[in-house]
C-alpha cells in the first residue's frame, strides 16, 4: 500500500500550458507539504497545509496554486507553464506541525516544460 | 552564504571502509537536524535524527556541534546498498516544521 502517492509520475507539456499534479496520503495525517526539486537537486519548500489551510507559502509564484480539498489531499495547479518550472515536485505528509516529526515523501512528479 | 551547505562530492569509497559527511548551517537559532538519504530517481527518505548528544542507529552515526553550527554523520562498514545521496536537513526557526534541504552529499561505494 502506498502510504503517498502522486499523479502523474511523469509530466511533458508546452509552455503556456496549464497543468496540475496530484498527491494523495492514506497515512492519516493532517499536514501536507510540496517541495520542488531543480536540476541541481536542491529540495526547496514550496506549501504546507494543515487541515485544508494553507500556513506556508514559500514566496512562489501566484501561478502556482495548491487546493486541498480535504486533508488526505493536496492538489499543485499550475498556469502558465515556464521552462524554470521543469523540476520534479514531490509531496509530503507529517502527523502534525510537531518539529520533530518524520515527513513521508511521494515518489515525485517529473515535470518537463518544453 | 546558503542556509545549509554540503559538500557535494562524489565520494567514492570501496566496501567496508568508514566515510563521514560534514554538514553546516547558517542559522545558530536551527532547532531540528535530521539526515535524509535519497537514492536516485527516487524520494528522499528519512534516515536519522540528529540529537545534542549525539545518537547511532548501527552502522551510522550522527553528530551535532551547536558551537560550530555543523552536523556531521559517519558510515562505518560501508555496503554497496549505502551508494546514494545524504541530505542535511535543518529546521529553521520560525517556519515551524518545514524542513530547509542541504544540495546533498553523493557516496558511492564500490566492490
Known amino acids: 500500500d502506498t502510504a503517498v502517492s502522486q499523479t502523474p509520475k511523469y509530466l511533458v507539456t508546452q509552455m503556456g500550458n496549464d497543468k496540475s499534479i496530484k498527491c494523495e496520503q492514506n497515512?492519516?495525517?493532517?499536514?501536507m507539504y510540496w517541495y520542488k526539486q531543480d536540476s541541481k537537486k536542491f529540495l526547496k519548500i514550496m506549501f504546507s497545509y494543515n487541515n485544508k489551510e494553507l500556513i506556508i507559502n514559500e514566496t512562489v509564484p501566484n501561478r502556482f496554486s495548491p487546493k486541498s480539498p480535504d486533508k488526505a489531499h493536496l492538489n499543485l495547479h499550475i498556469n502558465s507553464l515556464e521552462l524554470g518550472d521543469s523540476a520534479v515536485y514531490f509531496c509530503?505528509?507529517?502527523?502534525?506541525?510537531?518539529?520533530?516529526?518524520?515527513?513521508?515523501f511521494g515518489p515525485g512528479t517529473r515535470l518537463l516544460v518544453l | 552564504r546558503k542556509e545549509v551547505e554540503q559538500d557535494p562530492g562524489p565520494f567514492n569509497v570501496p566496501e567496508g571502509a568508514t566515510v563521514a559527511f560534514n554538514c553546516t548551517y547558517s542559522?545558530?537559532?536551527?532547532?531540528?537536524f535530521f539526515w535524509y538519504r535519497q537514492d536516485c530517481r527516487k524520494e528522499p527518505k528519512l534516515l536519522m535524527s540528529v540529537y545534542s548528544s549525539g545518537n547511532e542507529d548501527g552502522r551510522f552515526t550522527a553528530q551535532l556541534n551547536r558551537a560550530s553550527q555543523y552536523i556531521s554523520l559517519l558510515i562505518r562498514d560501508s555496503k554497496l546498498s549505502d551508494s546514494a545521496t545524504y541530505l542535511c536537513v535543518v529546521i529553521l526557526p520560525p517556519k515551524g516544521n518545514m524542513l530547509t534541504f542541504g544540495g546533498g552529499t553523493r557516496l558511492m561505494v564500490k566492490p
Open positions: 497515512l492519516g495525517h493532517d499536514t
Open positions: 542559522n545558530s537559532a536551527s532547532q531540528s
Open positions: 509530503a505528509s507529517t502527523r502534525g506541525t510537531d518539529t520533530q516529526e518524520t515527513q513521508y
